[in-house]
């Protein structure tokens, strides 16, 4: 299964995404700020691959004037149900469908790793105006809570996944070298049982693996995750990333 077979595999689960996935801290977005060295409030700001628009509803609620860029349909239509009001062009990262030198700061929320850096670096900073910035931005799940490092090594044996470590992984979806700075925000939120087996769910590993493979994994997580949580509320645990370079 190619990568881009894995990227366009959120278009069938859209829905999916939106329901289960995480936003993002306050603290996340308090620490762009402070890399960059200014306020995103009143900031032009183009979001780069924004499907169903996490990040995107969070700059704006923080005062940025947000642009969307999403290349998938299904990830599209949902943005426009959740967020009517931001507008949203259909593009990829390697290509930004945005004029030169218009934007404050783009933005990639748990979309960088589907680019090729040799090429979003440039267009990134293509559009940017000069005292600009770029922005990655992740969660990862905190494998140093022992339920979610069992859970985690149960998801690499059944996809035959090497065992390499959570740093290792974090540091490869964030872009790095000189001019980038970067900042760690660990973070947790509360949800049903349900919400967290759809993050599960919405990970492309699962969304190509065919629904009768997923639901039988998923299964054994909710009654091993029932009885390690019997009220049914999971507490999620984050280690959320920023890693920020200005133009």
């Known amino acids: 299964m190619t990568a881009a077979s894995h990227a366009r595999s959120f278009d069938s689960a859209a829905a999916l995404y939106a329901a289960g996935r995480p936003s993002y801290p306050p603290a996340l977005l308090g620490a762009v700020e402070e890399l960059w060295g200014r306020p995103l409030a009143g900031a032009r700001a183009a979001d780069i691959g924004a499907g169903t628009g996490i990040l995107t509803a969070l700059l704006a609620a923080r005062g940025a004037r947000a642009v969307a860029v999403e290349p998938g349909d299904g990830m599209a239509a949902e943005f426009h149900r959740a967020l009517p009001g931001i507008p949203l062009v259909r593009g990829d990262g390697n290509r930004l469908p945005l004029a030169s030198g218009r934007f404050d700061l783009v933005t990639y929320a748990q979309a960088w790793h589907w680019t090729d850096p040799g090429r979003s670096v440039p267009e990134a900073m293509r559009v940017l105006r000069p005292g600009g910035a770029l922005a990655v931005l992740r969660n990862d799940s905190d494998e140093s809570v022992g339920w ?100």
């Open 148 to 247: 979610i490092a069992g859970q985690a090594a149960r998801v690499r044996r059944f996809f035959g996944a090497d065992q390499e470590t959570v740093e290792a992984a974090r540091d490869r979806s964030l872009p790095s070298g000189p001019g980038f700075a970067r900042r760690q925000v660990r973070w947790s939120r509360r949800v049903p049982l349900e919400t967290h087996l759809a993050n599960l769910a919405s990970h492309s590993d699962f969304l190509v693996i065919g629904e009768e493979r997923a639901a039988a994994f998923l299964a054994g997580e909710r009654e091993r995750l029932g009885d390690l949580f019997p009220g049914g509320t999971v507490e999620e645990s984050y280690v959320a990333s920023a890693s920020v370079a200005l133009r």
